[in-house]
């Protein structure tokens, strides 16, 4: 696959991601568990294909821990055991929120699903996670970003 451009290459796209980067640090700095927050990056990006950012999540959740299964399974989580109930309210939301032209939004169920297992503070972050992955998965799809070649903590 040959890219399209290099959003990190190019003063616009650069400047994007910065500001990008830096509204994910109140997610990452927000008390939604690590774990969460990499399985939502993984389940997101595998459902928009991205590899670049399939790539970097896994490599990432493995390099913090994250079993083999778990980083394998994340495509099947409905049909395994190794996710807490919490884990799976929180993938439920993020599927809905990221296939939003394929059903009428999120549901109800899902919101109160995921309710019952963060607080506020943490259903925010979620929602604010699945926007930003979201955005990045459509950067390096639409730019055609390969991945194979990222580093765990090569963009620090």
Known sequence: MEPRINPMRNEVGSKWAKHIISSNKVITDSALPKAVQELVKIRVSQINGCGGCLDMHTKDAAAAGESVARINLVGAWRETTVYTEAERAALELTEQGTRLADSSGVTDGAWANAAKHFD?????????????????????????????????????
């Open 120 to 156: 506020e503070d943490q259903l925010m972050a979620l929602v604010a996670l699945i926007c930003v992955i979201n955005a990045f998965n459509r950067l390096n799809v639409i730019t055609r970003t390969p991945g194979g070649e990222y580093q765990p903590g090569q963009f620090g």
